[in-house]
Nanobody
Framework: QVQLVESGGGLVQAGGSLRLSCAAS????????MGWFRQAPGKEREFVGS????????????YYAKSVEGRFTISRDNAKNTMYLQMNSLKPEDTAVYSC???????????????????WGQGTQVTVSS
């Protein structure tokens, strides 16, 4: 019943910005940590970042991969059951299929291992031209 649908991908020039959305349904959105992953052709799936569940001392805290730290920002709007990935200063190496995922267990704080996520979206293509 859990469904995750990404949107917002497209073609952008190096140095540009893009915002991806992940619309969730089928569960209580605020109770689960969420994450973004990406996979480029010929490369392994890579962790991009995650955001904590919306409660406790670490409410909505974020954690990012070093490759995107300072350029990407994750946020969530629980009223809209949506998570966002704001991508700035894009580079050609950011080109990949970006997927959102939900943590396996509720009340999780900034998970970063793929095994900690159990539900995945279909992904959206992001292409950055040089």
């Amino acid at each position: 019943q859990v469904q995750l649908v990404e949107s917002g991908g497209g073609l952008v020039q190096a140095g540009g910005s893009l915002r991806l959305s992940c619309a969730a349904s089928g569960y209580t959105f605020s109770l689960y940590a969420m994450g973004w992953f990406r996979q480029a052709p010929g490369k392994e799936r890579e962790f991009v970042g995650s955001i904590s569940w919306s409660g406790g001392m670490s409410k909505d805290s974020c954690y990012y991969a070093k490759s995107v730290e300072g350029r990407f920002t994750i946020s969530r709007d629980n009223a809209k059951n949506t998570m966002y990935l704001q991508m700035n200063s894009l580079k050609p190496e950011d080109t990949a299929v970006y997927s959102c995922a939900r943590a396996r267990a509720p009340h999780t704080i900034v998970p970063f291992e793929a095994a900690d996520f159990g539900s995945w979206g279909q992904g959206t293509q992001v292409t950055v031209s040089s």
